[in-house]
């Protein structure tokens, strides 16, 4: 048996098109008197990877299929490519490489943009001879920020010369110095001296550090709709502060998450105002208000599924959002003659009792099915949450829910109130597609059923950790542990919903959707009062498009409240990550290593964003 889970969604308005998944329509204008050629690059030393790279900077190469504009047009293609190609030689550390460019067997300084054409298409060669590398000769640097070396900046005498390194060391100088707080640090002096007798690079980087400085008067700029004071506010610039490029950077993070902007630039002046501080100006550029969207998604084991939603960002002025939106699934599926649905509606406003506590309100109606129960419920939810710092949020939410399950035994109705409390402590890098750091959410809610005059409480743990092990991060290794625990006596006292499941993408892959857990005696799911399971991936990186994936997964839920870890099922495979401007595409294949009747052989996962 295949698996398949499938999504896909589109917008009113998109930002983005992806190929293959759009169309690129885009018809090239006609190139005036146009002169076709061909292109012959001649490397002399260098490994292979570096005269791709030549070719890969070289516009007559690249754009080789398309005409050039008369003989002008060609010869700009040519000079330009002396300074591209020589460029990379300097990257190379080749500071005696040459480039010579003939066109129809003339150096390019003897040709005139007026002279005839000729045959086409007219045939041009480049010979690029590679030089030796140059290595760093004398080398003076600074003044350099506190506890900063040259060793540091990779400009030790004897290292490789490469030009990179000159510019790096030039960024973290400046960077060094203003996260020491001196905001106007800039390099002022850059002398570089190449000795072809030795093969060496003598380089002399001259910086002003500036003064230290506080933030001081703070502007925003860019705002339609949204309030100015809401922007400032949630940026957390507060005067009299010594400036901090990590504030800063805090300050377009806070923002982005609001959901209401396109971009977030957080910009200091490039001058001290009289008093000493240094002015920051906030530029924003507001997203459309509306947005209407639809998704859908298919599993041969549980059917296909559709959601359409209606959202507004912003509703009066503070950056409220509302979402609307209503779904159904299991069309198709075997076991179910009818689908579930959901019905949602969603409400947040940010800053309500300070910048950085949002209120939250939210009503839901579902149905939904699974292996072991099918719930009706109807639900609602009030809560806060808060950013604390760069890292640490929290949240308290309170929930009534009333639903009515439908398992083995008779249906049974409950009401239950459920007091949240959440913390999350995220240092990830790059929250779609993270390859540092590491996610923490804790989360403890204690619960009361009204009709079954039943008290009982849930606690969950979730961690993922995450190491690039290589210093251009393409190799990550990535992992999770997740855990649960249900406060109860007896399995049968707490509503089937509420109990714990392990199995699908979201914990075991390969296996199906919360088919792993314990059972009666006539192999009906009853669920667990625990639950663990742990995943391991590496990643790999294959371009700036796409990367491979290699997992496993282990997990199992446990009728005791201390799980046995003993005995997990345990869930290999593989994958492939698109990489998107709105995180990466995933197509995962797992296996189940110890599955029952009811799993898949093999299951396929497809989906936007890392596994976890």
Do not use: C
Not at 17 to 24: D, K
Not at 97 to 121: E, K
Not at 320 to 342: H, I, K, T
Request: hydrophobic share 40%.
């Amino acid at each position: 048996m295949l698996g398949v889970v499938l999504v896909a969604g589109s917008a009113a308005t998109p930002s983005f098109a992806i190929w293959p998944f759009t169309r690129n329509d885009k018809v090239e204008d006609p190139v005036p008197d146009p002169v076709t050629y061909t292109v012959d690059i001649e490397v002399v030393g260098g490994s292979r990877s570096f005269q791709r790279s030549l070719r890969n900077a070289s516009s007559l190469y690249t754009r080789r299929k398309t005409p050039a504009s008369g003989m002008v047009g060609l010869l700009a293609r040519a000079r330009g490519d002396i300074g591209s190609l020589t460029a990379v030689l300097y990257q190379n550390a080749r500071y005696a490489g040459q480039v010579a460019v003939t066109v129809a067997g003339r150096p390019i300084d003897s040709l005139s943009p007026f002279d005839p054409v000729g045959a086409q298409p007219v045939p041009v060669k480049v010979v690029v001879t590679a030089g030796p590398q140059f290595v760093f000769g004398t080398v003076n640097a600074g003044p350099l920020p506190p506890d900063m070396t040259l060793e540091d900046l990779k400009l030790q005498p004897g290292e490789i010369a490469e030009s990179g390194r000159i510019v790096n060391a030039e960024d973290t100088i400046v960077g060094g110095w203003r996260d020491e707080g001196h905001p106007l640090a800039a390099v002022v002096k850059t002398d570089v001296v190449a000795d072809h007798g030795s093969r060496t690079l003598d380089v002399t980087i001259g910086v002003d550090p500036g003064k230290v400085a506080d933030f001081g008067r703070v502007t925003v700029s860019g705002t339609d709709r949204v309030r100015p004071d809401l922007v400032e506010g949630r940026a957390g610039i507060d005067g009299g502060t010594v400036y901090s490029p990590k504030i800063t950077r805090r300050a377009e993070a806070r923002l982005r998450d609001l959901g209401v902007f396109d971009s977030v630039r957080v910009v200091p002046a490039d001058h001290l105002d009289p008093d000493g501080t240094i002015p920051v100006d906030i530029i924003v550029t507001e997203r459309k208000r509306h947005v209407i969207g639809a998704g859908v998604n298919y599993s041969n084991t549980e059917g296909a599924g559709a959601e359409i939603y209606w959202a507004d960002r912003n509703l009066w002025g503070g950056a409220e959002s509302l979402r609307l939106s209503a779904g159904v699934s299991g069309f198709f599926d075997p076991d179910y003659d009818e689908p579930d649905y959901n019905f949602a509606a969603k409400f947040k406003k940010p800053a309500i009792l300070d910048p950085m506590t949002d209120f939250t309100l939210r009503a839901e109606a579902f149905r939904e099915t699974s292996d072991a129960y099918r719930a009706t419920t109807q639900e609602a939810e009030v809560g806060l949450s808060r950013i604390f710092t760069d890292t640490l949020s929290g949240a308290l939410l309170l929930e009534i829910e009333n639903t009515q399950i439908d398992e083995a035994i008779p249906k049974e109705d409950y009401l239950i109130a459920t007091l949240t409390g959440a913390v999350d402590w995220d240092t990830r890098d790059n929250k779609l597609n993270p390859t540092r750091g590491m996610n923490v959410h804790l989360e403890a809610a204690p619960a009361y059923d009204f009709l079954q005059d039943q008290t009982f409480a849930t606690f969950k743990e979730d961690v993922s950790i995450y190491r690039a092990i290589d210093a251009e991060r393409r190799f990550v290794l990535a992992g999770r542990v997740q855990s649960g625990v249900l406060t109860v006596d007896k399995i049968r006292d707490v509503a089937a919903s509420r109990r714990f499941y392990v199995g699908g993408a979201g914990t075991v892959r390969g296996y199906g959707y919360q088919n792993i857990g314990p059972r009666n005696k006539k192999g009906d799911l009853v669920g667990g009062r625990s639950d663990f399971a742990v995943s391991g991936e590496v990643r790999y990186r294959l371009s700036d498009a796409l990367g491979l994936v290699a997992f496993v997964d282990a997990g199992n839920a446990y009728r005791d409240m201390l799980p046995d870890i003993s005995r997990l099922k345990v869930g290999v495979g593989g994958g492939i990550r698109y990489l998107t401007p709105v995180g990466p595409l995933r197509v995962d294949l797992a296996v189940p290593l110890d599955p029952r009747r009811d799993d898949p052989t093999v299951a396929l996962y497809i989906g936007l964003g890392q596994a976890f």
